[in-house]
């Protein structure tokens, strides 16, 4: 497995181009990779804004990506400095314990299901701050870790509950090529976590949480608890990603 972080360029038209579109940005980090990826190849991706002028695009993926044409059409072509890198994400797979703790990022799309009698359920879209911050709990005690609480305890499910800020909540919209308009109720998680079950997250981290990866949404990575969590930990490597 690969992690890999690539730095692109919000002035630049191309880039505007695939922010604007999960769906065109999908496509761009796919073609990084050969055809013939098997059909459980899992690749996933997500785009950190940091501020408007810091735009980093993850992606964890089994195979080593070629992104230069994303660098030619939304990055720095001529710069004599890399515009992405990419590290073994064993290292840090392999380390995973349970008891440790990290700093957590996750954009995810919190959905539930409808039941009906008969028929196949509903997806509905978790649209509160609670109900996604609960949503994400629920999801925390399968996935092999916990949400640390909040030193001052409170007695609902909310993020003033725990180690946790929904950073970005905001409804996206786009038309697929193959017709119809996908809506997404994308939000972004930021918190401290703990690892209950090290074979349970090293799962989460390869294969995502949630629906619309695709999309962008499902890619959780972590940090040292005193590092920012929009830099994923590559303790054994020289240099972050």
């Known amino acids: 497995m ?3 972080r690539a730095f692109l360029n919000p002035r630049r038209a191309g880039a505007i181009h695939l922010l604007g579109s999960p769906q065109r940005m999908h496509a761009a980090v796919m073609a990084g990779f050969p055809p013939l990826l098997a059909p459980n190849d899992r690749v996933l991706w997500r785009v950190d804004a940091e501020n408007s002028h810091k735009v980093s695009l993850y992606i964890v993926s089994p195979h080593r990506p070629d992104l230069t044409h994303l660098v030619e059409q939304a990055g720095w072509p001529h710069s004599d400095v890399p515009s992405w890198a990419t590290k073994s994400y064993e290292p840090l797979l392999q380390r995973l314990k349970a008891g440790q703790r990290y700093a957590f990022r996750l954009t995810a799309n919190p959905t539930y299901v409808v039941a009906r009698h008969g028929q196949r359920g509903l997806r509905r879209p978790h649209v509160t701050a609670e109900q996604q911050t609960a949503w994400l709990l629920e999801q925390s005690a399968k996935r092999g870790f916990e949400v640390l609480p909040a030193a001052t305890p409170h007695p609902l499910p ?11 909540r905001h409804r996206i919209r786009f038309t697929r090529k193959a017709g119809g308009t996908v809506t997404l109720n994308r939000v972004t998680f930021q918190g401290l976590l703990e690892v209950t079950d090290e074979v349970a997250l090293r799962a989460t981290l390869i294969y995502g949480i949630g629906r619309a990866r695709a999309y962008g949404c499902g890619l959780l990575t972590l940090a040292r608890p005193n590092e920012s969590p929009t830099r994923p930990e590559e303790r054994n490597q020289d240099h972050h990603l």
């Open 158 to 168: 909310t993020e003033q509950a725990h180690n946790l800020r929904l950073v970005d």
């Open 2 to 4: 690969y992690l890999t």
